[in-house]
């Protein structure tokens, strides 16, 4: 807990190489059309297709990669299974959504450019490092360098900065709006325009209760709204500015540290979009999202999520990645190819990623789960369209090392071939040459 509150201090201040896969391995490939093409080629005649509840086998795809298949399998056979296209919900266009979000977070305040940090804000943090530094505090030791950064800071931080409103936002922006209780919040526009971060109080930062470690003096006890009533308020928030993700995946208990000090007990809710009731798959609990991740499997952005902090006064923080809207249905019911299939390319494409690993000679690897999910591609010819197709998940293991964060693989329901990771549409063209 130290370390993280240190981490959060100073904020406040502030693939393995693998060789050439074969070719039947990479993304559809081995097929003559696109997943999407599969299912309007196939729709008149959709049949369900037989998948078992549980399967269990062992197979060696390598010399050196064992895959042990102890999974329960999700899969609805009477439920619709379409491919929706879906367009960015673009904050930095739609004026309309983004008028929506601010009257949501203060009607009628003003947008500000981002001004520089005041002696009040930097006096509040100096404050709070010199209390723990003197050990009246409790939750975090704070070192002398970062002390005299501080003191820098507050000699250089000026009293009354100029405050600058600011028109439409723009992609990589970080505005404030001075609320009319005198609370500055903040919003972000991240590096993809239809990906946005809030913050109710820029003096605060909201933590989930999983960034506990064990031996942690913070004492989590139950937020002062029901979870109910929080989710409620979580829903309606996102709904008035047209975000459409709205399947809820997890729940868990939140806090919030003002100046290193526990603040309030919240509640926090991760929302994924669904289609017809079956969900996408979820963006990684990281800060930081590569090449190897779910949330970019050949996407034009980043899935669609969202994090919501919710507390007695409501939406405190809400971080959201990926919004689309849904532009049309183009296949209404998809044709699955045969799970015996999909099995078996899950399995040998586990043995062809770790089949490189040199650091011993054999390599056990478990999947626990199969799911269906899904999944967000690029559609062909049209960089702007993002294309929700089914995918098969299969979350997996490393014998030796159980508890490690479990991996994840995906095959296209529709085509059985492997659905690769790459950095989404929106990332390259932002960083090509």
Not at 78 to 102: C, G, K, R, Y
Not at 275 to 281: E, F, K, L, N, R
Not at 346 to 373: C, E, F, S, W
Not at 397 to 409: I, M, S
């Amino acid at each position: 807990m130290k370390r993280m509150l240190v981490l959060l201090l100073t904020l406040c201040l502030l693939a393995a190489c693998v060789p050439t896969p074969e070719e039947e391995y990479v993304v559809n490939r081995a097929e003559e059309q696109t997943a999407a093409e599969a299912g309007e080629s196939t729709e008149a005649g959709a049949v369900s297709i037989p998948v078992p509840e549980h399967v269990a086998i062992e197979q060696d795809p390598t010399e050196h990669v064992s895959v042990v298949v102890d999974a329960d399998v999700s899969y609805d056979p009477n439920a619709p299974h379409p491919v929706i296209e879906v367009e960015a919900l673009d904050f930095t266009q739609n004026d309309a959504a983004f008028s929506a979000l601010l009257n949501l977070v203060a009607p009628g305040a003003t947008l500000y450019r981002e001004w520089p940090e005041t002696k009040d804000y930097v006096g509040g943090l100096l404050q709070s490092a010199l209390q723990y530094d003197d050990g009246l505090g409790e939750l975090v030791a704070v070192d002398q360098e970062l002390l005299n950064l501080l003191e820098v800071r507050y000699k250089n931080a000026p009293e009354s900065p100029e405050k600058i409103p600011a028109g439409r936002p723009e992609t990589g922006g970080r505005y404030y709006i001075e609320r009319s209780d005198g609370v500055i919040s903040q919003i972000v526009i991240n590096f993809e325009p239809n990906s946005l971060e809030y913050c109710r109080d820029i003096r605060e930062n909201y933590c989930e209760e999983t960034m506990l470690e064990p031996g942690n003096p913070v004492v989590l006890t139950d937020p002062e709204i029901s979870e109910a009533d929080a989710r409620a308020k979580a829903e309606a928030f996102m709904k008035t500015f047209g975000a459409e993700c709205g399947f809820p995946v997890e729940t868990k208990r939140a806090f919030s540290i003002r100046y290193c000090e526990l603040n309030e007990m919240l509640w926090a809710f991760t929302f994924v979009r669904s289609v017809d009731g079956t969900p996408s798959i979820e963006r990684p609990g990281s800060f930081m999202t590569g090449a190897n991740t779910p949330s970019s499997v050949g996407a034009p952005w980043s899935i669609e999520s969202a994090t919501i902090f919710v507390g007695k006064d409501g939406v405190m923080s809400a971080k959201f990645w990926g919004l689309s809207t849904a532009k049309r249905v183009a296949v209404k019911n998809a044709q699955f190819c045969a799970f015996d299939k999909v099995l078996d390319m899950g399995v040998r494409q586990i043995g062809y990623l770790h089949d490189g690993a040199m650091d011993k000679p054999h390599h056990t690897y478990t999947v626990t789960n199969i799911d269906l999910r899904y999944g967000m591609q690029t559609k062909k010819d049209d960089l702007s369209v993002g294309v929700y197709q089914p995918m098969w998940e299969f979350t997996y293991v490393e014998a030796d090392n159980p508890d490690e964060r479990p991996k994840k693989l995906y095959i296209s329901a529709l085509t059985g071939g492997h659905v690769e990771p790459r950095e989404t549409t929106e990332w390259l063209m932002r960083h090509e040459s």
